[in-house]
Structure formats: structure tokens, C-alpha cells
Nanobody, 115 residues
Framework: QVQLVESGGGLVQPGGSLRLSCAAS????????MGWYRQAPGKQRELVAL???????WYADSVKGRFAISRDGAETTVYLQMSSLKPEDTAVYYC?????????WGQGTQVTVSS
């Protein structure tokens, strides 16, 4: 089992920045990728950014150039640096960890972009 705890959400004005953190614990040795998803009201959950433990990254077109995913050297914490935030970035953001035959989710953290 893998436990994921997110932090860093909140209310920010358009154009502002936030950094989300996701701390993994438990059976982390076989995690091969971690990512951030988001779900806005009435919409499906979508993948925003992904980092593999070979250091490859992927971003949704809607956030390219504005968001950056990274992880610490111990591979236990993944970050999502969000800049130039827009109202359409408002959503609950979920951390995800992937193993070869399982995936795990955090509890979600609310990000609201509003003036």
C-alpha cells in the first residue's frame, strides 16, 4: 500500500502562483511514476502532469509553460509548481502514484483561482 498526502492548495488571484506537494509513504519502492490530476465541478478528472522515475515529464497542453512537476532526490515527495494561474485552473487536484499493477490516490486539495 502507498499513502499519499497532498498539501499546498488554496485561493489565489489570476496570474498568481501556488505549489502543491504530495508526500508518499508505505510501499514506495515499486512506484514508477507520479502525477497530478484535477477535477473541476461537472467535468471528468484529467491528467495535468506526470513524472516518471526516469525523470521524464509530460504536461497537458492547457498547462504547458505554466506548470512544472518535480520530485525530491529521495523520490518520496512530488511537487507541482503552478504559475500564471487562470480561473479555469480551479479544481480539486489529486496526486497519483503508479506501480506496475496498482495505482493510488491522495485525498485531493482544492485550488481556487479567483479575484
Amino acid at each position: 500500500q502507498v499513502q499519499l498526502v497532498e498539501s499546498g492548495g488554496g485561493l489565489v488571484q489570476p496570474g498568481g502562483s501556488l505549489r502543491l506537494s504530495c508526500a508518499a509513504s508505505g510501499s514506495i519502492f515499486s512506484i514508477n511514476a507520479m502525477g497530478w490530476y484535477r477535477q473541476a465541478p461537472g467535468k471528468q478528472r484529467e491528467l495535468v502532469a506526470l513524472i516518471t522515475f526516469g525523470i521524464n515529464t509530460w504536461y497537458a497542453d492547457s498547462v504547458k509553460g505554466r506548470f512544472a512537476i518535480s520530485r525530491d532526490g529521495a523520490e518520496t515527495t512530488v511537487y507541482l509548481q503552478m504559475s500564471s494561474l487562470k480561473p479555469e485552473d480551479t479544481a480539486v487536484y489529486y496526486c497519483n502514484a503508479r506501480q506496475p499493477y496498482n495505482q493510488y490516490w491522495g485525498q485531493g486539495t482544492q485550488v481556487t483561482v479567483s479575484s
